[in-house]
T-cell receptor
Framework: DTAVSQTPKYLVTQMGNDKSIKCEQN?????MYWYKQDSKKFLKIMFS???????INETVPNRFSPKSPDKAHLNLHINSLELGDSAVYFC??????????????FGSGTQLSVL | KQEVTQIPAALSVPEGENLVLNCSFT??????LQWFRQDPGKGLTSLLL?????REQTSGRLNASLDKSSGRSTLYIAASQPGDSATYLC???????????FGEGTQLTVNP
């Protein structure tokens, strides 16, 4: 009954490969996100989708392409992986709480290591 | 551009102590502020969400305060326990639907 689940948990791959990370939420939320956490532990947003529509697209390389087949899924595909892509990638979804704004719920993260 | 800073970067306390974690942000025009807990190998867990018009929120042993005009928030943890050991992050949202800006986090260790 995991709320936001992402797979795989660990991903080790060679430079130049193409890989995907999948994310699914069963909370019924309309908005989903991808965040990147670098070695300094800074969390930075990459993309945000609302009802399958892209609403936030930060300055990330074109090699990163999100895909939302439906509002419960937001997958992240990365082409031509580079060493600098090594990080932990978090998927999240958000719920609008009346009077408070949006509250985020995060997945457990995918640790990507590019060799 | 909003910047979020958390001090200290790391904190080690004996079990039972009350402690305060600090979060400051450069642009006081925020929509809400959220405190998270991050455990190694796990995702972020939302602890408290404070709307911009509120001064504080409480959940169990946790109390978060917000002083929007001075650009500060504190997370107070009462009677700390070893299970509280984790990294605590604060994040601010500037407008409804906008991105969250995270601080670097405070790594807390509570020693038995």
């Amino acid at each position: 009954d995991t709320a936001v689940s992402q797979t795989p948990k660990y991903l080790v791959t060679q430079m130049g490969n193409d890989k995907s990370i999948k994310c699914e939420q069963n909370l019924g939320h309309d908005t989903m996100y991808w965040y990147k956490q670098d070695s300094k532990k800074f969390l930075k947003i990459m993309f945000s989708y609302n009802n399958k529509e892209l609403i936030i697209n930060e300055t990330v390389p074109n090699r990163f392409s999100p895909k939302s087949p439906d509002k419960a899924h937001l997958n992240l595909h990365i082409n031509s992986l580079e060493l600098g892509d090594s990080a932990v990638y978090f998927c999240a979804s958000s719920q609008l709480i009346s009077g408070f704004g949006e509250k985020l719920f995060f997945g457990s993260g995918t640790q990507l290591s590019v060799l | 551009k909003q910047e979020v800073t958390q001090i200290p970067a790391a904190l080690s306390v004996p079990e039972g102590e009350n402690l305060v974690l600090n979060c400051s942000f450069t642009d006081s025009a925020i929509y809400n502020l959220q405190w998270f807990r991050q455990d190694p190998g796990k995702g972020l867990t939302s602890l408290l969400l404070i709307q911009s018009s509120q001064r504080e929120q409480t959940s169990g042993r946790l109390n978060a305060s917000l002083d929007k005009s001075s650009g500060r928030s504190t997370l107070y943890i009462a009677a700390s326990q070893p299970g509280d050991s984790a990294t605590y992050l604060c994040a601010v949202r500037e407008t409804s639907g906008s991105r969250l800006t995270f601080g670097e986090g405070t790594q807390l260790t509570v020693n038995p």
